[in-house]
């Protein structure tokens, strides 16, 4: 996401836990969260969102280790480089957690001499960050990423890139909310030479830029000014990153500035600019980008097309709205050349699942899914002994026939408290045992739920031989529950 | 596992990367690995495979942040606390990546005064072990963990985590391979006290009773000298530790030894394992269990059952059979309240997964598992510009359809080459325009990979108005791969 800012450290922070009394502080870390029930389920249903879609365009899951050897993360990602999460050094390798997971797909690349690959990965990275957790900024945080790499012809498997992520976001039901600045490395580099930035400041000078989302133009304007630039300079930048809108409207105000097109990165730029536009029509994206030359990114290792997915969110405190940015990614030609071995191109994506996840969240969408236990409740009514080893002989039966089932864990259980463990647990069906019905070879099978006097209200005895086809067969005319998700 | 000993500290560790001339090192972290490809699939059969068990018996994931405070791990491990993986003091909580799953959820249990959960969870874990590769050791490796937190009746939790692990090995194809061994940690106490350890060593000398898996008799009493005991109490532990077979045998040993007997806590673990007699059988798993007393566990936290799966491996030196531990788990009712909290049973099992892979793997199971990339390869036969925009817009109506579908990036590639392309990827549909066709608003379905002379070889041209229903209706008319399987 490339947004983080300042090294948190704050009161309190530091203390070696311990409030007394030799108890042990019940906190998990700053930044770090659990995930269990409706949310888990919503987390879960973004991650089968998205992997639907790498998958849908060919894409293999790759999974790295969360660490990695620090010398594989140094120099990878400018400024930011000071959220990495160090191990500590407990007398063998010198490691660190990963940032993103563009560095150890890099990695593997150049580990395994692999030519060409489409990969997606859905894992946790980790950032030193200051946390936000209103605004799903954690210093634990998942990513799900696509990448392209080999060698291709220009543009095109960008465009792909884009297509991904409008049907992501159509797919999640943000298609309306969202739109994709992007730019262009090269563009943006020339056009710093153009206004006058030395070569060894572009990249700080880039950084700054990266902020303009954020801070108004003045404070930009002062951190290039302490970063070296004359005031003239300053302003030049300021002058061209301004400019916004449709691709065809930005290439056409370049290609309009003779001053600009002299300069041969600008040029090259624009020439894949262009492609983009035929590209991006055929793809039915065109609508939902925007060329943006005040969109920079924060880390180092980007080459050509970089881009931003932003969204209008309320703000919390003012009731305006803000820009968020929940998916980033763009084009790394030189990264996997760094590890000594044979440059393959890249161009990738990457979705910061939890704000995603916090935007529908507040849109309510965790709250239409219900964990659901076990599909059959197991219960006795009176018998010998709470009939605990009959129960026991069904739920073998049932478990047998792949039918997810469960009962109560107590010898004696009164029948009000199975029912009520089968209702919390969002359980549909019982099937409950008697002492005279067992005898007779025979159990009951009762939807759970259905309003007094409905013709199935008491449910139906079946043949215990045949339980688990009766059973099944209940579970596939049961009144549609379209809120509730099965965890599997 | 409980299985790590001693410390691992190599030459050529603990140097810092950089082998010279400025490029990076190229490797992953020692005891790491990548997944990816066949072997992805098959760790991915054996998650789905042990999430389906789980769900089946009605429990919900969890999923916990990979490092926790280290205060939360300190004091869980007895003497495999040396392998814990700590973060370096970078100005805030001091932490440590977790150790095993069960922490983090008693954790979370506590937190959250959760009184009653059937929870799972498959994640990585962390070791500062010696890494054995072969044989499935990793310093990162994953858990698959399914525990039952509650009050409920005596052993029938219990009960159903051995009928889970025996659903599990079935499902797997493992179940004649597996047994599994169980203890009860009442009757391995009470009897150390009876052969006469005081109570302070007791824990230890569990520690190096652990140890008689793998090292002999004379090994272990060494150790047990050395930790302080008489050679007169070591050899009452030799003869005790001897014994294993069916439930009722031991139970009868131990019911006819009236100097044990006389031990309160023999008294009460072997009440409870007379209660597993008969749950054991109505859950159809009696003949997969050796009640085996030298079974001790290393882990402080267990306070009843203690159980470990076994297998029969072939050695890859000797020709001869070794025993390995692939799961392992127990009752631990005391760990949620070292929290401060209300105290809440626990029992449960930890799969180790890389393990169980590096077996299925080795009966050639990775083998039978194909990575497919898209169902459908579009390709251009000839044509203006390699009709490189009409392959972009068949690409979005099949996207648009929900088909999975893939084209090969480049402006004007050539036939074979796109032929090459979706047989690497084992892809099985190809749709292929021609200019006289597109003209005609008709395009080409053909199945790949047919036989020559197969009357269906040339494949057959339809409307491109009714592309996607077409292109699904070939998709279920394909020749069955039953050795492929989709990433997804």
Known sequence: ?????????????????????????????????????????????????????????????????????????????????????????????????????????????????????????????????????????????????????????????????????????????????????????????????????????????????????????????????????????????????KHNGSLEKIIDILRNDEKALKNDKVKQGLDDMEKLVAYTQEFGISDKISFDLALARGLDYYTGVIYEVVIELPSEKSGDTRIGSIAAGGRYDNLVGMYGKKQIPCVGISFGVDRIFTILQKKHEAEKLKPRGADVFIMAFGGKNGLLLPRMAIARTLWDGGVRAEFLAKAKPKLPQQFKAAEDKNIPVAVILGEDELAAGKVRIKILGLPDGHPDKDGRLVERDNLVEEVKKTLTELPTQSTVVVNQ
Request: hydrophobic share 35%; with cysteine; aromatic share 8%.
């Open 1 to 241: 996401m490339g947004d983080a800012k300042g090294i948190s450290k704050e009161k309190g922070e530091g203390k070696k836990g311990g409030q007394g009394g030799g108890k042990t502080a019940l906190k998990i870390p700053k930044g770090t969260r659990d995930w269990f029930g409706p949310e888990a389920l919503l987390r879960d249903k973004i991650f089968s969102t998205l992997g639907d879609i790498f998958s849908r365009h060919g894409a293999v899951p790759l999974d790295t280790p969360v660490f990695e050897l620090k010398d594989i993360l140094s120099g990878k990602y400018g400024e930011d480089s000071k959220l990495i999460y160090d191990l500590a050094d407990q007398g063998g390798e010198i490691c660190a957690l990963r940032y993103d997971l563009t560095v150890p797909f890099a990695r593997w690349l150049a580990m395994n001499s692999v030519q060409q690959v489409k990969r997606y990965h859905i894992a946790k990275v980790y950032r030193r960050d200051q946390p936000a957790i209103a605004r799903g900024r954690m210093r634990e945080f998942y990513q799900c990423d696509f990448d392209i790499a080999g060698e291709y012809d220009p543009m095109i498997p960008d465009a792909e890139i884009l297509r991904i992520i409008v049907e992501a976001f159509t797919a999640l039901g943000l298609r309306e909310e969202v739109t994709i600045k992007i730019n262009h490395r090269k563009i943006l580099d020339g056009l710093f030479t153009v206004a006058g930035v030395p070569d060894d400041k572009i990249r700080t000078i880039s950084s700054a830029v990266d902020k303009l989302d954020k801070s108004p133009w003045e404070e930009v304007k002062k951190e290039m000014l302490e970063k070296g630039l004359t005031e003239e300079i300053a302003d030049q930048i300021g002058k061209f990153t």
